[in-house]
């Protein structure tokens, strides 16, 4: 299958709220709203914000791997006596019919739902390169080493932390 590339512009991000919860609906859908980007495998990529009080469930089908990130804020996470989760956490999901989350504090809370069906590929890591096979590693080191399929501009390519070294 041949690559394709979508562009979703801030403006194109169908957004809507409901008893104090917004939800920002980059892929997949929540709250009767759906993304318009076309995933090949279904996914979702859902960004919440709660307002102080506020609850939510959002449903995700059993067979997905799913995680939350919380980006600011605190929130209460699959059950309403557990403890808060606070900013900069991941929580990776355990298979059911999707979480519930409660914002119990007088801040909102902010996080994103990522989610999808899984592939069920094999997966070879080298450094950066994550690929299906060895074979696909040694092409992308190869393409990179040769700047091309996608690298053309690799050997001007810096880390942000490596500009600030040498700024």
Do not use: C
Not at 4 to 32: F, M, N
Not at 92 to 102: F, H, K, N, P, Q
Request: avoid cysteine.
């Amino acid at each position: 299958i041949e690559p394709r590339y979508q562009e979703l512009q801030k403006q194109d991000v169908k957004r809507t709220e409901k008893d104090g919860v917004e939800v920002r609906v980059i892929a997949g859908e929540s709250l009767g709203i759906k993304s318009p980007v076309y995933t090949r495998t279904p996914t979702m990529f859902l960004d919440f914000t709660l307002k102080p009080g506020a609850q939510m469930h959002q449903p995700i089908p059993e067979s997905w791997n799913a995680f939350v990130y919380i980006i600011e804020g605190e929130a209460v996470l699959g059950d309403a006596k557990n403890a808060p989760v606070t900013a900069h956490y991941v929580l990776v999901l355990s298979r059911g019919d999707g979480i519930s989350v409660w914002n119990k504090s007088q801040k909102p809370v902010r996080f994103v739902l990522i989610g999808g069906q899984p592939l069920n590929e094999p997966v070879v890591q080298y450094g950066p390169f994550v690929m299906n096979t060895q074979a696909e590693i040694e092409q992308a080191i190869e393409d990179y080493h040769y700047s091309r399929n996608g690298f053309e501009k690799g050997k001007q390519w810096k880390s942000q932390a490596h500009q600030e070294a040498h700024d």
